[in-house]
Structures are given as structure tokens and as C-alpha cells.
């Protein structure tokens, strides 16, 4: 599971609290999408743009989660 929230104050605290409290990995939409959520940055840069963005940064949060729990399993 991850948090994907608003990048505005309430929802980076929301998205804060929230990784905290439940050990979840919370991301943002990036900067260069010039949007603060995900259907402001769709509307910017297109569909594909957004949803290849999406799949690569899941891909390399799940292989540094993967990592990280490799490493802590061989210890």
C-alpha cells in the first residue's frame, strides 16, 4: 500500500502521519509535472506522461523496500 497525496500542506502532513503511524511509503506527484495532485497533472501532461511516472516510481520504491528487507533478513 501506498500514500499518494496532494503535494500541498495538508496533504504532505496527512501523507506524514499516516507513514508513521502504519509503516506505509507515502510519494508525491513530482515537481516537474507542475500540479499539485494527480488529475491537475494529467490534465498537464497527459495520461501516458503521469501513469509511466506512477509505474516507475513504484517499481523503484518496491525495489529499495525489497532490498532493505533482504538486508535485514541476512542480518
Request: proline share 0%; glycine share 4%.
Amino acid at each position: 500500500i501506498f500514500i499518494l497525496y496532494d503535494r500541498d500542506a495538508t496533504g504532505m502532513k496527512k501523507a506524514r502521519d499516516y507513514s508513521k503511524q502504519y509503516g506505509l511509503n507515502a510519494f508525491f506527484i513530482n515537481k516537474r509535472f507542475n500540479a499539485k495532485d494527480t488529475s491537475d497533472a494529467v490534465k498537464l501532461n497527459g495520461f501516458s506522461e503521469v501513469k509511466n511516472w506512477i509505474i516507475e516510481t513504484l517499481n523503484a520504491t518496491m525495489r529499495k523496500t525489497t532490498t532493505s528487507i533482504v538486508h535485514k533478513k541476512n542480518r
